[in-house]
């Protein structure tokens, strides 16, 4: 089993950055595909990032290509989320996710998630 607890969220003006960190426990996640998922009020949850086992490839949602950027420490058994350039269209409840690859059925272990919200 995998525990993945996300951390960093809150509250930042459009046109800021946050960065969002997921600590995994209970077994390490070098040999799992990682990923980043959010959820806004009244839609259905969607992909954002993937950053393979070992780091090597990463895949981004159209939306956040070019601002976001995912990263992974597999010394520390973390995950990384850099939201830069933020819009209020990426307020949401962000999930990290583990054992898959950008289709959300994938992947077999999810953290509770954390709010993140932009104001305009």
């Known amino acids: 089993q995998v525990q993945l607890v996300e951390s960093g969220g809150g509250l930042v003006q459009a046109g800021g950055s946050l960065g969002l960190s997921c600590a995994a426990s209970?077994?390490?996640?070098?040999?799992?595909?990682m990923g980043w998922f959010r959820q806004a009020p009244g839609k259905e949850r969607e992909f954002v990032a993937a950053?393979?086992?070992?780091?090597?490839?990463?895949y981004y949602a159209d939306s956040v290509k070019g601002r976001f950027t995912i990263s992974r420490d597999g010394a520390k058994n973390m995950v990384y989320l850099q939201m830069n350039s933020l819009k209020p269209e990426d307020t949401a409840v962000y999930y990290c996710?583990?054992?898959?690859?950008?289709?959300?059925?994938?992947?077999?272990?999810w953290g509770q998630g954390i709010q993140v919200t932009v104001s305009s």
């Open positions: 209970g077994r390490t996640l070098s040999s799992y595909g």
């Open positions: 950053i393979s086992w070992n780091g090597g490839n990463t």
């Open positions: 996710a583990a054992g898959g690859w950008v289709r959300e059925t994938t992947y077999d272990y």
